[in-house]
């Protein structure tokens, strides 16, 4: 408001901003001692004025706001195709807009990420698509959404896998182990889904709609337990399946990111995750502490039993701890 005119009176600050005057006098010694060059004007009409030759930048950070952004814009651009540059050019930007005393933390933390392969990152998604889901979760406009194919190519009528743009009331934008997801409602089917973002080629239309109430209120377990996100197994060295005696919403909850769920009935699912090693993949499946049958393929069968008789030789040494 100081950078978009010449001067304003107290009285006119405080009912602008709906504050009283000694509100706007705090926040006026605050900009101050951030950096920000404002002028007392005397008189009985007087006020304050921004400094001549400096404008305000429309952003204002205390310290800790500085170092936020800084790390923020340094670790988050992993899941947006080409932000990554961006990102760094907007941290320049930032760093020459505010004050000298808030450049400091800005440019003391300078990281190098590395990747961790437990991170299950997904294909990047295009910033386009992003910014057009976005926009129509924003506004409540419906989309038109093609899903690709898990290489990221649409399919044509006549393939296997070809599946009409649907309509969707987008609701949502989540963000969860590694992957955006669009939580939405299908009119047409009558039927909520959860759709992963950079499996879209989603349109805009000018159609609106009305907000709805998420089954069982709960959007992050929504998310968490849809086993049909429309996941694909992250690539790893060695990738196996079983089939488990759990529901699949139960083994949705839990697995990690990059692993695939599979509705088999309501008691059972079939999982398919990777690892490092088959030993691994066999540990992992392990930890859901339920019957594993049909184990897939024959080098998973193998770890299995391998990992069974090494755990039984295991002997307890340490003291008993039992109740």
Request: charge should be positive; glycine fraction near 8%.
């Amino acid at each position: 408001m100081l950078g978009s005119r010449r001067r304003w009176a107290l009285r006119e600050l405080a009912a602008a901003l709906e504050v009283s005057e000694r509100t706007v006098r705090r926040d006026v010694e605050t900009l101050r001692q951030l950096g920000y060059p404002v002028h007392t004007v005397h008189g009985p009409d007087g006020g304050y004025r921004l400094g001549a030759r400096h404008t305000l930048p429309p952003l204002v950070f205390d310290h800790d706001q500085a170092l936020a952004v800084a790390v923020a814009l340094q670790t988050a651009p992993t899941t947006v195709l080409g932000l990554g540059d961006d990102a760094a050019r907007a941290l320049v930007t930032l760093e020459q807009a505010v004050p000298a005393g808030l450049r400091a933390p800005m440019e003391s933390v300078r990281l190098t990420r590395l990747r961790n392969h437990w991170e299950f990152l997904a294909p990047p998604i295009d910033a386009a698509a992003l910014t057009t889901v976005g926009a129509a979760v924003r506004h409540r406009r419906v989309l038109l959404a093609e899903t690709l194919r898990p290489d990221g190519s649409r399919s044509a009528p006549g393939d296997d896998d070809f599946r009409p743009a649907r309509r969707v009331e987008p609701q949502h934008l989540v963000v969860w182990a590694g992957r955006w997801y669009l939580v939405g409602y299908d009119p047409d089917d009558r039927q909520w889904r959860v759709l992963r973002v950079d499996r879209l080629h989603p349109r805009a239309t000018t159609q609106g709609f009305s907000p709805r109430e998420l089954p069982g209120g709960d959007l992050a377990h929504y998310v968490m337990s849809s086993h049909d996100r429309g996941d694909t197994p992250a690539a790893w060295r060695c990738t196996g399946s079983a089939r488990l005696a759990l529901p699949a919403e139960v083994v949705a909850r839990w697995a990690p990111g990059g692993s695939v769920v599979e509705h088999l009935d309501e008691g059972h699912c079939r999982l398919t995750l990777g690892a490092w090693s088959w030993a691994g993949v066999a540990g992992l499946l392990a930890t859901f502490d339920t019957e594993l049958t049909d184990p897939r393929p024959r080098q998973l069968v193998q770890a299995c039993r391998r990992l069974a008789r090494r755990w039984a030789t295991l002997t307890d040494t340490g003291p008993d701890t039992s109740p």
